[in-house]
């Protein structure tokens, strides 16, 4: 079964300190792998999006790597602040699927 | 730029009434259109995806249907609502299985 799983559930560090956050996935048989942030109560934002031929991106503080072989991305969020307070999620298009198979999300709080 | 719309943010509706939710694309043509659902401690499940005008394909088997009358339009329907239903409704597009997704801001339904 082609699934994604983001451990732990639920964390808190303190602002300044870099965030790390873990996604693994079943089958290295994908398209791409796509971080997003989600606000409570709203919509799913587009963080960084990772080709299966690519080994990592960066968007300014953020930066997520990729390994297919082990099955594994990771984003970091580098001095983090109480406005990163959110849940990440972590999705994957397999081939032969037309979606992303989405993981249950990291929630982040960043204590001030 | 291309912008995703949908609509209403919030929605309470009594059990066995029907249900109409629109999304449309602004910016792109031929998209690929998503409806997905979030249970409260569930991930996000996928319900339908549209290639196309008039192509569905349903993940679920539920009380669910949807149509694409036109091409940046994807629309959400139930001719009978259950208590089941309730949850946050996100649509999405991409322009393929290889591409980033961007998601709308979602719709909370609540049936009572």
């Known amino acids: 079964k082609q699934e994604v799983t983001q451990i732990p559930a639920a964390l808190s560090v303190p602002e300044g300190e870099n965030l790390v956050l873990n996604c693994s996935f079943t089958?290295?048989?994908?398209?791409?792998l796509q971080w997003f942030r989600q606000d409570p109560g709203k919509g799913l934002t587009s963080l960084l999006l990772?080709?299966?031929?690519?080994r990592e991106q960066t968007s300014g503080r953020l930066n997520a790597s990729l390994d297919k072989s082990s099955g594994r991305s990771t984003l970091y969020i580098a001095a983090s602040q109480p406005g990163d307070s959110a849940t990440y999620l972590c999705?994957?298009?397999?081939?032969?699927?037309?979606?992303?198979?989405f993981g249950k999300g990291n929630q982040v709080v960043v204590i001030p | 730029s291309q912008t995703i719309h949908q609509w209403p943010a919030t929605l309470v509706q009594p059990v066995g009434s029907p249900l109409s939710l629109e999304c449309t694309v602004e910016?792109?043509?031929?998209?690929?259109l998503y409806w997905y659902r979030q249970a409260a401690g569930r991930g996000l499940q996928l319900l339908f995806y549209?290639?196309?005008?008039?192509?569905i394909s349903s993940e679920v088997p539920q009380n669910l249907s949807a149509s694409r009358p036109q091409d940046r339009q994807f629309i959400l329907s139930s001719k009978k609502l259950l208590l089941s239903d309730s949850g946050f409704y996100l649509c999405?597009?991409?322009?393929?299985?290889?591409?980033?997704?961007?998601f709308g801001q979602g719709t909370r339904l609540t049936v009572v």
């Open positions: 999405a597009w991409s322009q393929g299985p290889n591409t980033e997704a961007f």
């Open positions: 999705a994957v298009v397999y081939y032969g699927n037309n979606r992303l198979a």
């Open positions: 910016g792109t043509s031929n998209p690929n």
């Open positions: 089958d290295s048989a994908i398209y791409n």
């Open positions: 549209s290639v196309g005008i008039g192509q």
């Open positions: 990772i080709q299966s031929s690519q």
